[in-house]
C-alpha cells in the first residue's frame, strides 16, 4: 500500500506538468499557474516517501521546471506585448492600437452596475483581426467564449472606423446566447477639433478614463434612425495608423468615411442638427448601414442619451455566413 502511495505521489507532479508543457499555449495563465502549483506539491509529497532518492530528486526538478518554465514562457510573451504601438504580423497581441469612438454619455467601470460584473472583451482592430485574450479568433470561437461565460457582459473594444456591420456580427453572437446589449468602449473627449464638431463632443486633451457605452441589441418597436453610409472614396485599407510598416497586409478599397442621418422625412449630415429633432421625439431603433464607421452609430447613441431618452436598439444584420465565422479577419470590401 505505502508503495502505490509513493508511485501516486511521483504520478501527481509528473501528469499535471507535462500536460502544462503540452498544452502550454492554448491554457488560460491561471491554469498554468494551478498544473505547475499542482506538480510542485506532488514533489513535496514525493520528497517524504521511501523512494529512490534519484526517483525523488527528479521529479521536484520536473515539477519545479514545470511551475516556473511553463508560467516564465507565458510572462515573456505577455511582457512582449507593447501597448499604444504597432505590431509585426497577425501574432498575439492584446493590447493593439486603436483609436475608440466618442462619447460623452458613457458610464464608468467603478460604479454599478458594472463595478461588480465579469466581462468578456473582445477587440476589433482597424484591420479586422478578432482579439481575445492575447490571441486572434475567429467568430465560430467567439461564439463558443459567449456560450462558456453567459453570465458575463460583453465588452467590445472597436476602432473606430471598422464599419457597423463588424460591430453587428458581434451583436449577433451576443444575442444568441441571450445578451440583451453589449457594451461598447469609448473615450470621453475627441481627439481634434474637427473630429470633436463632426460628432458634437467636447474637445479636450485631457485624460480621461474609458467608459462602458451600453447599446441593447435586442429587437424594439418604434421608428428607426436611419444612418446612410457616405463619403465614399478610394483608399488603403487598413488605414496606417503609424508611420512604420506594421506588417499588415493592404489593398485599395471602396470605403465609406462619412454617415447621412435620416429621421421623421428628414436627411441631415449635422449630427447637431439630429439632436435638435430627436430631443422631443426619439428613435427606438438604429438601422445603419453595413459601411457606415461605428464612430457614427455611437454617436447618434450618444445624442439620445443626452437628450434623456433611453438608448436605441441596435438592427443586427443577418447573421454570418459559415464561412465568414471561420474567418479570423474580417474582410472589407465587406462579404455579405
Given at each position: 500500500m505505502s508503495k502505490a502511495i509513493s508511485y501516486a505521489t511521483i504520478a501527481l507532479a509528473v501528469a499535471p506538468g507535462i500536460a502544462a508543457w503540452v498544452i502550454r499555449t492554448s491554457l488560460d495563465f491561471e491554469w498554468l499557474v494551478f498544473l505547475g502549483t499542482l506538480a510542485l506539491l506532488g514533489a513535496i509529497l514525493a520528497l517524504g516517501r521511501p523512494l529512490p532518492r534519484g526517483i525523488r530528486l527528479g521529479a521536484a526538478a520536473f515539477a519545479a521546471l514545470a511551475l516556473l518554465g511553463t508560467t516564465g514562457l507565458r510572462m515573456r510573451a505577455m511582457a512582449a506585448i507593447?501597448?499604444?504601438?504597432?505590431?509585426?504580423?497577425?501574432?498575439?497581441?492584446?493590447?493593439?492600437?486603436?483609436?475608440?469612438?466618442?462619447?460623452?454619455?458613457?458610464?464608468?467601470?467603478?460604479?454599478?452596475?458594472?463595478?461588480?460584473?465579469?466581462?468578456?472583451?473582445?477587440?476589433i482592430?482597424?484591420?479586422?483581426?478578432?482579439?481575445?485574450?492575447?490571441?486572434?479568433?475567429?467568430?465560430?470561437?467567439?461564439?463558443e467564449f459567449l456560450e462558456r461565460y453567459r453570465d458575463c457582459d460583453v465588452l467590445l473594444r472597436l476602432d473606430q472606423?471598422?464599419?457597423?456591420?463588424?460591430?453587428?456580427?458581434?451583436?449577433?453572437?451576443?444575442?444568441?446566447?441571450?445578451?440583451a446589449k453589449v457594451l461598447i468602449l469609448v473615450e470621453r473627449f475627441a481627439r481634434s477639433q474637427g473630429e470633436a464638431r463632426d460628432l458634437d463632443a467636447d474637445y479636450s486633451r485631457e485624460?480621461?478614463?474609458?467608459?462602458?457605452?451600453?447599446?441593447?441589441?435586442?429587437?424594439?418597436?418604434?421608428?428607426?434612425?436611419?444612418?446612410?453610409?457616405?463619403?465614399?472614396?478610394?483608399?488603403?485599407?487598413?488605414?496606417?495608423?503609424?508611420?512604420?510598416?506594421?506588417g499588415v497586409p493592404r489593398h485599395t478599397a471602396h470605403v465609406a468615411t462619412r454617415a447621412r442621418y435620416v429621421w421623421?422625412?428628414?436627411?441631415?449630415?449635422?449630427?447637431?442638427?439630429?439632436?435638435?429633432?430627436?430631443?422631443?421625439?426619439?428613435?427606438?431603433?438604429?438601422?445603419?448601414?453595413?459601411?457606415?464607421?461605428?464612430?457614427?452609430?455611437?454617436?447618434?447613441?450618444?445624442?439620445?442619451?443626452?437628450?434623456?431618452?433611453?438608448?436605441?436598439?441596435?438592427?443586427?444584420?443577418?447573421?454570418?455566413?459559415?464561412?465568414?465565422?471561420?474567418?479570423?479577419?474580417?474582410?472589407?470590401?465587406?462579404?455579405?
Open positions: 507593447r501597448p499604444f504601438s504597432a505590431y509585426t504580423g497577425f501574432n498575439q497581441k492584446d493590447l493593439t492600437e486603436l483609436t475608440l469612438p466618442v462619447a460623452s454619455e458613457g458610464e464608468s467601470f467603478y460604479d454599478a452596475p458594472h463595478s461588480d460584473r465579469s466581462r468578456v472583451i473582445l477587440t482592430d482597424i484591420a479586422g483581426a478578432i482579439v481575445w485574450k492575447q490571441r486572434t479568433v475567429c467568430l465560430a470561437e467567439v461564439g472606423d471598422v464599419p457597423f456591420l463588424f460591430l453587428g456580427w458581434l451583436g449577433v453572437l451576443a444575442a444568441e446566447q441571450g445578451h485624460y480621461w478614463p474609458a467608459l462602458a457605452l451600453p447599446a441593447p441589441i435586442t429587437g424594439a418597436d418604434g421608428p428607426a434612425l436611419r444612418i446612410l453610409a457616405t463619403g465614399y472614396r478610394d483608399m488603403m485599407w487598413p488605414p496606417m495608423r503609424s508611420s512604420w510598416d506594421d421623421d422625412g428628414r436627411e441631415t449630415d449635422d449630427l447637431r442638427e439630429l439632436a435638435g429633432w430627436i430631443r422631443s421625439s426619439p428613435p427606438a431603433r438604429i438601422e445603419a448601414d453595413p459601411e457606415v464607421p461605428v464612430k457614427y452609430v455611437v454617436a447618434a447613441e450618444n445624442e439620445i442619451r443626452k437628450a434623456g431618452h433611453p438608448p436605441a436598439a441596435l438592427v443586427l444584420p443577418p447573421p454570418p455566413h459559415r464561412n465568414l465565422r471561420e474567418a479570423r479577419f474580417l474582410p472589407y470590401p465587406l462579404a455579405r
